[in-house]
């Protein structure tokens, strides 16, 4: 311990360097920043261990500011430790094309390791992270060789306590006892609508305690470096669970309007700027001013990092001496590349297979690939059962000590809490060493609709693995019965979303999740039986949409997904055994993939010249981008045997042909008839 | 107190009707039933005041089954106390269009207060009604005139207890002291993945303390009748927090299966049936036995019931000779209809009136017409100086005892919740005194996706004002900036998504939303200035799009929502001056009102003839519908100054003009050219 006048300095730098960031953005949050700076000061000072030089190595300590709106405390402690964070980068905070943005983002800059800011995310992300090291210390750990030790650390406010995603990822995390888990919680009596006693008065560490955490309560948050620093320590021995520090702070301190909202999202007054660097003994003319012994002391520490890194690089080596399956392993798996020949594994399938509901075809995958893609974590919110994502001789990962699993175990149990399980994932994607997939019911990967959009934004390789995809779930009814679902995914950019109408396309879904290094993905399975169709390759499916069944002469494309493609196959005998129409199907198990094919290509799948219509049980919104008519299902569904709720809708064969024959009469008359895939502008992507 | 064989009895028909309704449907949860039907008769039959022949009686106690799925105990319930739920309809169970779907539908069963099922959500409706009755009673209650007195109370189990939902909606009601919300823990340590250790080992009534809430465990609650009528009237007691009664239960009792995860979402096997009736004493062979005595019971509660409603109508019309205009009020709200006159308060714009942000806009409405509609209820989840949702003499509703509001306040602080807000909204509107509105930013109305939904699906006339609606909100940047939400939510049925162009259109929205007594709204608004428009009125916009600028020489459709539409409107400008071509331009600030309205007018928007090209800032998914091109973004955005970020995409007079002239020549040879208005066949809604 020990404190002197430069660790001070350091700490009246970083708040000196939101105020003026903030102040030149006219925009952002200098309050958070000033309150945390001292506890930032000391986590990062004292107990770190990370080099600035490679934020990609993989045992440094983990930092998390779930409180993304605080970002400048986290942009100004990347810039003082010298990571590739220059001070006009500071001066860019928020600025266009900068890669200061307003809240942080993992892959804009480097030292972010997860994209936060939307509230609770960072808490649940950070859980993540710390089941990840314990499955990958539980894993490549072995007897002399402690190769994976690193410590998550979150900050989180009050805006994170309230959030759900929080309380379920909280709940998780003291279930699973990951005492490499470390958080501060940032008690300072504000949140936008002002002091927290209008909305906030429930006791946030006895909480924290019914769900099995240790706690601490640092009262001087401001100034006592001597007990923050005690706090972290003891949080560091408590290895049984994850630990949280309530730290009561001073919301914007050193402000004329400290302790009030009047500094949670504005910037400071020129005049409160002036008085706040007088009274830190900084000059009030200077911006952006970071003294030379403030440099070299987080420079020292930056150099400690990187010998730590050396050090451990030579451990590296002689791991792969004594277990060199594990340290090739790992060395692979941190490139982000699958094993070679995995996707021989891949289960294929012949027409004259059994049908099978394409929930079990992906339980089938993940039987025959789990061991070939030794990084894949399967789990499920409360519904293995159901979503059929757990392989035969899976073990969970759980603490040893609950007797029903153990580190290594590549099953998890996320409990009944979608939006956590997937903020977690986004984390546990983002350490680097796992590929996680998590299932629910397609209707409820809705209620992780925050978390799912940051898998997007931040390029997380996670998959969401969706069953019970359509009102074919049948009698559960309309509260579980998707419609709005699909659209939504799929207006979300850098998103995939499989809908596999068969065997051979579920493969060709989990080849292309799988390989998709940037992209997560939804996989919406049925519940119902789907026959295995003769017109599906791997091949062909992986294309994201391709021609299902031929017919040069047709008059129309049916443009179809997943349990309706079958449908429409039947539909093309009813058309030509009661209307002489002769047609064709498209099958697109995936929009997104489809489009990035070039367009000779995709205008041999829905051509010009005939019309086309879709068809899927669900919202028609979007299929106007690949039909020129839409049979789907703008309404809730309803309870009941399934082939009744298709009956009741019309999805039949029946029912197809008459919105057919409708069709190919509207556009007979229209001249040229274009495929809409024919556009007269490119879209900005 | 006293418990008799009839006591039994009834539990047990409960029990058994639940039973023989899941094995005839071949699907449903018999578990939650047969766990609960003590504690269900015991509530009902002692404590629930409620009139089966009449179940819209403003003063009834609530009962809302959070563990949806268990639904067949309070479609028992109903059948029994002499609802209008016959023995056919429990025969029909989950059976296509039966008033006994898989999962409890308001809107389909009398007696069924809220839709529930998807897990968390009955929990957050409870606490919406027990704000709507504190509300409702801190309104209208005299001297003398105890006129709303009901109780809510609440059955949930392991799954509600995990989801985030009711977390926040726990913490909510912890702080707003309801003590006139009772709710039972369905303790009985299993969930889908089997046993609650896999996951949930948190200690849930150290939870609730936390939360402020006052707890009981009853640990016998398979037989401790009296254990349970003791618990439930001590709390009835408590009349300054909510209480929960942790209930340790046996799931399945009496199946052969009894507390495994067997009898949870499975019939029971007929071995297993026959045995179980058996054991309870009844005749195997017979099914859907209801014992005359049983009848008796419930009836004669029920009859006392309807005593207790004729009472409270004497009272009622006394306190209409004493107080006249609160009577009114209260018999009028209860028809659903606004006070006649109501709508002459919205403001109306000049196009010289200066340029204001949507939400401040938004802000003019409420201001203008809370004291015109006094069952508005506003509020925000902590944004309230974003979301400009109060209005300047608003009192907090909040316990008397914070010091910062009362029981008839109408501002809400729902803290940072998004969830829970939607849910105890959705509550709040099921009471039948209230309209409340809720704020978030757009970007958030995400979190609260599955309530949100719920609102449509039960007909909620809940409004979401969602603002920061755009990348035009600038700084915050890509994690803040809405993209798929508006697609999102457009595919719900019956859900208004509204995008209001200026101060006639906000007006207008506000008309549709309020007058609309079955369908919930989200309108989406402005941080950024928007200049007052001279083709706009309030009768325009009503109808969901207008022809905002005519041309009738025009060689292009511009049709646009919010924001964009006056940036279209310098196009036209632009399209002329440069380029010499006539264009005009529809706004669109519903399409689903737009939706409403007559072919005829519809294609007076978006005539044949010529091309239509949508802009709007987000994702162009859906605009197929109203445009032959689409102008959006198909991306994230970007954190900058909002001119800047609007420029760095294209959305501006030139981005819009280059992009309208490449439609024009795309289209030139197309014969006939038609509105993307007309299709093939209607959709199904
Ligand atoms: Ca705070
Ligand atoms: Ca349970």
New interface residues.
């Given amino acids: 311990m020990g404190y002197s006048k430069v660790d001070e300095l350091a700490i009246n730098t970083i708040r000196l360097l939101a105020v003026d960031a903030t102040f030149k953005?006219n925009?952002?949050h200098p309050g958070a920043p000033m309150g945390m700076a001292p506890v930032a000061h000391v986590l990062f000072n004292k107990f770190m261990t990370f080099n600035p030089k490679n934020p990609d190595w993989i045992n440094r300590d983990r930092f998390v500011l779930s409180n993304?709106h605080g970002c400048m405390l986290q942009y100004a402690l990347l810039h003082l430790f010298g990571y590739g964070v220059s001070l006009d980068d500071l001066k860019n905070f928020?600025?266009?094309?900068?890669i200061t943005?307003?809240?942080p983002?993992a892959h804009d800059t480097p030292g972010v390791e997860v994209?936060?800011?939307?509230?609770g995310q960072g808490f649940a992300n950070a859980v993540g992270l710390a089941v990840a090291q314990a499955h990958t210390a539980g894993t490549f750990n072995k007897p002399g060789f402690d190769l994976i030790t690193n410590y998550t650390y979150c900050f989180f406010g009050?805006?994170?306590a309230?959030?759900?995603?929080?309380?379920?990822a909280a709940?998780?995390a003291?279930?699973l006892q990951l005492g490499n888990l470390i958080m501060v919680y940032d008690d300072n009596h504000i949140?936008?609508?002002g002091d927290t006693?209008?909305?906030?008065?429930?006791?946030?560490m006895?909480?924290f305690?019914?769900?099995?955490w240790h706690t601490q309560h640092v009262e001087k948050g401001d100034t006592d470096l001597e007990g923050i620093e005690a706090a972290i320590k003891k949080a560091k021995e408590v290895t049984d669970k994850p630990s949280v520090i309530k730290l009561t702070t001073t919301i914007g301190f050193g402000s004329k309007l400290q302790g009030t909202g009047g500094v949670h999202?504005n910037p400071l007054k020129a005049d409160d700027i002036k008085s706040v660097k007088e009274k830190f003994g900084f000059d009030p003319e200077k911006t952006f001013v970071v003294p030379q012994e403030v440099t070299d002391m987080y420079h020292k520490h930056a150099a400690e990092g990187a010998a730590a890194e050396q050090e451990w690089n030579q451990l590296f080596e002689k791991y792969g001496k004594e277990h060199k399956a594990e340290h090739d392993d790992l060395v692979r798996r941190l490139t982000g590349a699958l094993p070679e020949g995995w996707q021989t594994k891949l289960p294929t399938y012949k027409p004259t297979d059994p049908a099978i509901a394409s929930r079990k075809l992906s339980e089938s995958v993940l039987e025959a690939i789990h061991e070939a893609v030794p990084e894949l974590m399967s789990g499920?919110a409360?519904?293995?059962?159901?979503n059929n994502t757990i392989w035969k001789n899976a073990v969970?990962f759980?603490p040893p000590s609950?007797g029903?699993g153990n580190w290594s175990g590549r099953y998890m149990?996320?409990?009944?809490?979608e939006?956590?399980m997937a903020g977690m994932m986004n984390g546990m994607s983002a350490y680097g060493t796992i590929i996680p997939a998590g299932g629910t019911f397609l209707?409820?990967v809705?209620?992780a609709?925050?978390s799912v959009?940051?898998s997007?934004?931040s390029h997380q390789r996670v998959i969401y693995i969706a069953t019970h995809d359509s009102i074919g779930l049948?009698?559960?009814?309309?509260?579980?019965q998707p419609?709005?679902t699909l659209?939504?995914?799929?207006?979300?950019?850098?998103m995939m979303v499989w809908r596999p109408a068969d065997g051979n396309e579920t493969s060709a879904a989990y080849y292309v999740m799988l390989t998709s290094r940037q992209t997560p993905s939804i996989i919406a399975l049925t519940r119902q039986n789907l026959p295995q169709l003769e017109g599906s390759t791997i091949e062909k499916a992986i294309k994201g949409g391709y021609v299902n069944l031929e017919d040069k002469e047709a008059q129309i494309t049916l443009v179809s997904t997943g349990s309706e493609v079958s449908i429409c196959l039947e539909a093309v005998k009813y058309l030509k055994d009661n209307h002489s129409i002769k047609a064709r199907v498209a099958s697109m198990p995936c929009v997104e993939v489809f489009d990035t094919q070039d367009q000779e290509y995709r205008l041999s799948v829905i051509p010009d010249g005939i019309p086309a219509m879709s068809v899927e049980v669900m919202?028609?919104?979007?299929w106007?981008?690949y039909s020129?008519?839409?049979?789907?299902?703008?309404?809730?569904g309803?309870?009941?045997?399934y082939k009744?709720?298709y009956k009741?809708?019309?999805f039949t064969p029946e029912g197809i042909s008459?919105?057919a024959v409708?069709?190919i009469?509207?556009?007979k008359?229209?001249?040229?008839l274009?495929s809409?895939l024919?556009?007269?502008?490119q879209?900005?992507?």
Wanted: aromatic share 8%; charged share 25%; proline share 4%.
């Fill in positions: 953005a925009s952002g993304g928020r600025h266009i094309d900068s943005p307003g809240h983002e994209t936060t800011g939307p509230l009050d805006g994170c309230m959030e759900g995603i929080a309380s379920e709940s998780a003291g279930h949140s936008i609508d006693k209008c909305a906030f008065t429930e006791d946030v006895k909480r305690e019914a769900y099995g999202g499920s409360d519904l293995t059962g159901s969970d759980q609950t029903i149990r996320y409990g009944v809490r939006h956590a209707n409820f809705s209620y609709a925050g959009r940051l997007s934004l049948g009698e559960d009814g309309p509260t579980h419609i709005e659209a939504h995914f799929r207006a979300l950019p850098n919202s028609t919104l979007g106007e981008k020129h008519e839409q049979f789907g299902l703008n309404r809730f309803a309870s009941g045997a009744d709720v009741k809708f019309e008459k919105r409708k069709t009469d509207f556009y008359d229209v001249k040229p274009r809409p024919n556009r007269a502008f879209q900005l992507i």
